[in-house]
């Protein structure tokens, strides 16, 4: 009797992926700044939960790489402002935000991300 090979299966994308691959492939960059109800919502449901999950703490695992501080810092900042829009809340991680942004920049971190993640504007 012969072993049945296994065969490898894809690794589910981790939580950090996620929010990359939506908020850099799904979502066009000109949509990042403008307020828009629909996407409010979409981010709400896919990833509210990690908001909460940054708010207490429980995203450092994300910060000992470029990729997961971009997306803790898509998290804390930019989803913020739409899951909290015209609420307090939404500027409520904003020292964490920058905070991880600095790791980044003094790690090099910065250098490694390619466009759109690393965009050169600040607003549109």
């Known amino acids: 009797m012969t072993a049945t ?3 490898a299966q894809a690794e589910a994308p981790t939580e950090a992926e996620r929010v990359l691959t939506f908020w850099l492939e799904e979502v066009e ?6 307020a828009d109800d629909d996407l409010d919502a979409t981010i709400r449901s896919r990833f509210g939960g990690l908001w909460d999950k940054a708010a207490e703490g ?3 695992h994300w910060l ?3 990729n997961g501080a971009l997306a803790y810092i898509i998290v804390t900042d930019q989803f913020a402002r739409n899951l909290w829009r ?3 809340r939404a500027f409520q ?3 964490s935000a920058r905070s991880v942004a600095k790791l980044a ?4 971190w910065d250098r490694e991300i390619v466009p759109p ?3 050169s504007s600040t607003c549109h």
């Open 29 to 34: 960059p000109k949509q990042w700044y403008i």
């Open 117 to 119: 993640g690393r965009s």
């Open 5 to 7: 090979p296994v065969t």
């Open 64 to 66: 000992t790489e470029p």
């Open 58 to 60: 429980a995203l450092g």
């Open 86 to 88: 015209d609420d307090p």
């Open 105 to 108: 920049i003094d790690n090099g």
């Open 93 to 95: 991680l904003d020292d």
